[in-house]
């Protein structure tokens, strides 16, 4: 496997994004397959491995630390703060990033990815009712404990990414970023090479849209968060068509998949872009490691531009695109 560097973390060109093994896309899967599944990912040069104290709650993080404890260093793993959740570790309404909060989670976070320091920390959310230089502060100090190693923020607007990196340097930002979603592009990419973060995009596949596995017919199971996106209703999935259409040109030009296709476009865009794509079966891990050996070139790329400007629907309900710092 490729290696890139985020911030100064190196890790393999291609993260497992690991939520959807137990949340937010339908019925949690199998315990026992879904360990198997993330240490076959290790076998095939993964590092990056990706959760949150939130998936569950709390059950992912503790299926990526049971399926990672073995080979534990061999691997960095990433998980995050920043909801509210009470004193017994019942989830509340809203967000949550006060330093008590942040020490306590965290030490939680510890416990159930049975690490002694975590790799890669990051906020979840940026939480308007506390100062980033408060939170920022507190992760340094639990980086001077050693419970962990480097600083990361999630779908944080351009000025509190400036803002905590001054007072404790950021490794990585983590936002949504694909062929269909390019905002950042706009303000947060120019940002985060100017200050050194590396980026990691999540949903790279467009939340398997991208794929061309999905088109306007396609039913999700009720606890699927995708009914409530607006991208995702019918009529837009099939104004969006378009764009998956000419992936799936290009994937036959090159004898790859769509979602190899859509993988290489983001390893394209950047030398410190790290997507970490999600999945729960082995085959699709491994089309998705595949991507890495597919080259874009300067056509494909200005096609895929001209397609993806097209691009309708919001990408978060009304709810939960007012936890999105911009």
């Known amino acids: 496997m490729q290696k890139r560097t985020l911030g100064s973390l190196e890790v393999s060109a291609l993260g497992l994004g690991c939520m959807g093994m137990s949340f937010g896309l339908g019925p949690a899967a199998d315990e026992g397959e879904m360990i198997a599944l993330i240490r076959a990912a290790v076998d095939r040069g993964v590092t990056l491995f990706d959760t949150a104290q939130v998936y569950g709650p709390y059950t992912n993080e503790s299926l990526v630390g049971k399926a990672l404890e073995p080979v534990r260093d061999r691997v960095v793993i990433a998980t995050k703060f920043g909801f509210?959740?009470?004193?017994?570790?019942?989830?509340l309404p809203g967000l949550n990033s006060r330093p008590d909060s942040i020490r306590r989670t965290v030490d939680g976070s510890l416990q159930r990815l049975r690490v002694e320091t975590i790799d890669l920390l990051y906020q979840h959310r940026v939480d308007p009712d506390v100062p980033i230089e408060d939170v920022a502060g507190?992760?340094?100090e639990l980086i001077d404990a050693g419970k962990v190693k480097h600083f990361g923020l999630s779908e944080a607007g351009v000025k509190n990414i400036r803002r905590a990196h001054a007072v404790q340097p950021v490794t990585a930002l983590q936002s949504e970023y694909s062929i269909w979603w390019r905002e950042p592009e706009e303000e947060i990419l120019p940002v985060v090479e100017e200050l050194g973060i590396g980026f990691v995009p999540f949903s790279p596949l467009g939340r398997g849209f991208l794929t061309g596995?999905?088109?306007?017919?396609?039913t999700f199971d009720p606890s699927d968060f995708r009914n409530s996106v607006p991208r995702f209703t019918p009529e837009n999935r099939k104004a969006n068509q378009a764009?998956?259409?000419?992936?799936?040109?290009?994937?036959?030009?090159?004898?790859?998949t769509p979602a190899q296709i859509a993988l290489a476009w983001s390893l394209?865009?950047?030398?410190?872009?790290?997507?970490?794509?999600?999945t729960t079966k082995l085959h699709r891990l491994e089309e998705n490691l595949g991507a890495v050996n597919v080259a874009l070139t300067e056509d494909d790329l200005r096609r895929i531009d001209a397609a993806s400007s097209l691009a309708q629907g919001a990408r978060y309900s009304e709810g939960s695109q007012k936890m999105i710092d911009r």
Do not use: M, Y
């Open 138 to 140: 507190t992760v340094k």
């Open 268 to 278: 394209a865009q950047k030398p410190w872009i790290v997507p970490i794509p999600g």
């Open 213 to 218: 596995k999905i088109d306007e017919t396609t």
């Open 84 to 91: 509210n959740f009470d004193e017994h570790g019942k989830q």
């Open 243 to 256: 764009i998956v259409d000419l992936v799936k040109r290009i994937a036959a030009e090159k004898n790859a």
